[in-house]
Every structure is written in C-alpha cells, then in structure tokens.
C-alpha cells in the first residue's frame, strides 16, 4: 500500500507540473467569439492593471470610473492594481501568462502587446468588437455615451494596430516637448525661436559651460549647470533617426539602427558631452529639477510631464529655497528640417486579456470602452499635458474651456501643462510611431541605450572611437539579443531577459523533473536490489 501511495503521489506531482506547462502562454485557451448579447443575471469580477505616478487625483479618476461604471453593470466588479512603472506592469503580465493568471484589463504599449502575442490567443483582437452594432464602439446596447471608431484620433488608433488586427484601444497620448529657461536663452546672447532646430540646441548649450575664474558658470552664477538634458534617450536617438529619414526598423523585424547617420549622431553627442554641456535622466536626475533650479537652459521630457516644470510648477519636486524664478518657453523638440517636423507619439493604450468565460471577456471590453468616455478622457487629461484620444471629448465644450482658461490658476489650468496639451493638439500630422513587433520593446531599449553608454564613457575620460562605436554595436546587440534569428540583418528580435518570476517558476519545474527522474531512479535500483 505504502509503494501504491508513494507512485500516487507521484502521479498527482505529475499532473501538477502539466497542468502549469500548458497553461504557459494561456494555450488551451479558444479564441474569443463574441457571445449574442451580455448576460446581467451573472457576476463576473475583473480585475484592471493601471499605472500612475503616485498621482493621487489619477487614481481617484480611476475609482471613480470602475464607481460609474459598475453603477450601469452591478453584476460586474473591477479590481484596481496600480503601479508605478509601465516595465513592472510589462514584467507582471509575462509572468502571469505563463500561470494563466493575466489581468482581463491591462494599461499597456504595443511594444509589449507585441510580446504579450507570443503566446495562442493571449490578447484578444477588437476588430470584431469595435464593429459590433449591439457592443462595438458607440454600440446600440451599451448603457454610456461611448465613442465611435470615427471619434478616435486616426494616428492614435493606427498605432494600436499591428499583424494585421487592432489589439488595443488609446487611452492618452503625449509627445516630447523642449522646456526653455527664456532668461538664460537671452542672457547668452541668443532669442528663442519659434522652431528649435538642433544647431540652436547645441549653440545655446556650449555657450552656458562659460565659467568665471571661480568656476562658476557665468550665466547662472552656481557651482551646477547642465545646459541640455533629455529624460527619454530612446526617443532622442529615434526621433534624430526619423528626422534625418535614416533606418530605424521596419514592420517585419528588421532592424536598421547600426547604421552610419546613427553613428555619427553618436560622435556629435559625444563633443557636446566633453564640454559638459548635455546629459541624461538615467546619469543627472530628472530634466526638471535642474530646469526649476535654475541649473538647466533645455529640458526635454514628455509634455505629460509638464507639471513638473517651469517656476509655478505644481508638482515640482525641489524645495522652495533652491527653485528659481524663469520664463518657461515649451515648444516641439529639436528639428533637423524644420520644414517637415518629425515629433515622436506616447503614451498608454488599453488592451484586454482571454479568458475561458466569454462573458468575462465582453464584461472587460465593456469597461475598456467606458475609460473612452468623455468624463474619464477629460477628466485624467486634465491632471498632466496629456490629450484625450477621441475628437469626441477634444471638442466637447468642457474640454474646450478647460484650454481656454489657460493659466487662470496654477493648478488644473496650469499654463505650462496647457501648453504642452495645446503643442500636441496643433502637431498629430507632425507625429509618428515606430514599428511594432516581437522584440521592438528591446529595440527601444537598446537606442537609447547608446547614447547613455556614450555619454557615461565620454564622463569617464575614455576614447570614443571606431573601434568604439565597433564594440558599442557588438555589445548592445548582445545585451538585448537583436541578433537573435537573424535580428541584426532582417530578422525578428526577441524577448530580452525573463522576469525573475518567470525564471523563479521555470526553475522550479526544472528541479521538481529533476526530483521526479532521481525519485524513479531510486525506486528502481531498490527494486533492482531486493530482486
């Protein structure tokens, strides 16, 4: 009896460890079909993945939205997990696919969809639900005012689509905005124009590393200036690449950036780094505290970032004492051709998970849909430069008069972040998107990745040369495996390191096989020794 239990045990260890292998990447699953009509007579809970910058009035928003929406469908309830970083909420969801357990309602990038889609009918495609006369978008049998497929913004809903279907909706969008010290342009010498081009960046900049015999620089009179920083070094070197119609990527996965305009942007980096007139977030700290104190000529970072910049900021983050009064200027980033602006587009879309239960499924497109509505768009627009996705609320006279009341205070109608809303609005034509496909989060990564490298290498007295840039290429193909396939000459990259959840949980299948091989192998040689 003894030797029965011990295999039974076995045998259940077993189905165990299947059971968790085949659920990786949610296969099994069928594809969602769209049920004939939603069931109210049943509950359902779903839970909704969201990130925040620890913004309290964004989350109430999000309450607030899950206590409208659950007042028109009480049979659903919505679980709220927030997060701070759009890369823990990327890290989570790979991990949950492979347990099965991924949230139905995930605020997301395409970069990561694009790596969500690994696995079989992980992410549901909405093309059939956006269509659909009961359910779709602007359905007859919803119970809210939602936006139909012609009130998204065109380029916001473009970039939602990829391998042939739309997997996600837009939720907000932002681009890059150059913040400007005006008074600091001026006292060198120079006029802020109404097109920054990148010659004027790198002009004004040199000239603000002028010290007096003290060593303080002469255009601020402190110890610490650093006249040029850029929050997101990715989008830096993918907008220098647009701008100068120089390879990138292309939609099928091959990668274009080892190209000689990418390395010699790198070499004009470079001799601005040598004289200390340009760095990064990763290496300095945020853009906008150098900007408030008084320590920045130009700042560049997300216009949803614009409450954090400019004297009267709301949510600046330095102490009364250190900030500086200034003129803040906000305009689009660096040009090349000012003729033809190329302006990157961010910012977070919603995408929805499968489930067994197609019921469930409907319930988390619903409420997908209701965060389109013209109470949530505008509502969180109005916390930071962000814009809402549809023309539905942009033109809707509530949100019409929230721009109209620009700096009107210094609070919701904060003039800067207004501006930055407004930069945006006057530039969609002027906004592009970079291709989406599995490994393109990695490819992101590895851009800016180069200048950072740079920089830190150029700080640290070390020669920045071809043999250099040689190296730079070699090493960050390998840190994120963009030779993979056939990555680096036309082929797909692919997913960088695992999760340490997903490495923890394949390591445990990996030593419970290893238990159950030494286990057999023991029960054998005993059988083999009584024998």
Not at 32 to 51: L, M, R
Not at 128 to 149: H, I, N, Q
Not at 220 to 226: A, F, L, S, T
Request: glycine fraction near 6%.
């Amino acid at each position: 009896m003894k030797r029965k239990h011990r295999w039974g045990l076995l045998l259940l260890a077993m189905a165990g460890i299947s059971s968790m292998t085949a659920c990786h990447g949610s296969r099994g699953l069928e594809e969602f079909s769209i049920p004939e009509e939603f069931d109210t007579t049943k509950n359902y809970e779903i839970t909704f993945w969201a990130k925040n910058d620890t913004n309290k009035t964004q989350t109430q928003i999000y309450r607030d939205a899950i206590e409208g929406f659950t007042a028109l469908y009480p049979n659903v309830t919505v679980n709220l997990r927030l997060y701070t970083d759009y890369g823990r909420i990327y890290n989570d969801v790979i991990t949950n696919i492979a347990t099965g357990t991924t949230p139905n309602v995930c605020i997301t990038y395409p970069d990561h969809i694009a790596t969500y889609l690994t696995g079989d009918n992980v992410v549901v495609p909405l093309d059939a639900l956006m269509t659909d006369e009961d359910y779709g978008l602007g359905g007859s049998r919803l119970l809210f005012d939602a936006p139909k497929v012609s009130e998204i913004v065109p380029q916001f809903l473009f970039e939602c689509s990829f391998q042939e279907h739309c997997y996600a909706l837009p939720f907000m969008r932002s681009t890059e905005a150059c913040y400007i010290n005006k008074d600091f342009v001026e006292a060198l010498g120079y006029t802020v124009p109404e097109k920054l081009t990148w010659d004027f960046i790198w002009e004004v900049s040199d000239a603000a590393t002028a010290k007096d015999a003290d060593g303080n620089y002469l255009v601020n009179g402190q110890k610490v200036m650093i006249p040029f920083i850029y929050k997101s070094t990715d989008n830096m070197m993918i907008q220098m690449l647009k701008q100068k119609n120089a390879g990138y990527s292309n939609a099928d996965g091959t990668i274009e950036i080892f190209n000689p305009v990418t390395t010699n942007l790198l070499y004009e980096i470079a001799e601005h780094v040598k004289i200390d007139a340009f760095s990064t977030f990763k290496i300095s700290s945020y853009p906008a505290n150098f900007l408030n104190a008084g320590q920045c000529v130009f700042a560049v970072d997300s216009t949803a970032g614009a409450t954090w910049m400019g004297t009267n900021a709301p949510l600046s983050d330095i102490s009364e004492e250190a900030l500086v009064d200034f003129q803040t200027v906000v305009l689009p980033v660096p040009q090349f051709d000012t003729e033809h602006p190329q302006m990157i587009s961010q910012g977070p879309s919603v995408c929805i998970f499968n489930k067994s239960n197609p019921q469930e499924v409907l319930a988390s497109w619903l409420f997908m849909q209701y965060l389109l509505t013209n109470e949530v768009q505008i509502a969180y627009a109005q916390t930071e430069g962000y814009v809402p996705v549809t023309t539905k609320a942009q033109k809707s006279s509530v949100y019409q008069e929230y721009l109209a009341q620009m700096g009107a205070d210094n609070d919701m109608h904060y003039d800067v972040k207004i501006k930055a809303a407004k930069l945006l609005l006057e530039n969609m034509e002027n906004t592009f998107v970079t291709p989406v496909f599995n490994g393109s989060a990695s490819l992101r990564d590895a851009a800016g990745q180069m200048i950072e490298n740079v920089t830190k290498s150029i700080r640290r007295g070390e020669t920045v040369d071809d043999a250099y840039m040689e190296k730079l290429t070699a090493d960050v193909t390998s840190l994120y495996r963009l030779n993979q396939k056939g990555a680096a000459v036309g082929g797909r990259a692919e997913l960088g390191k695992l999760p340490q959840a997903a490495v923890v949980l394949l390591g445990t299948l990996g030593i419970t096989w290893l238990g159950i091989i030494a286990y057999v192998s023991h029960e054998v040689i005993k059988k083999k020794k009584k024998s």
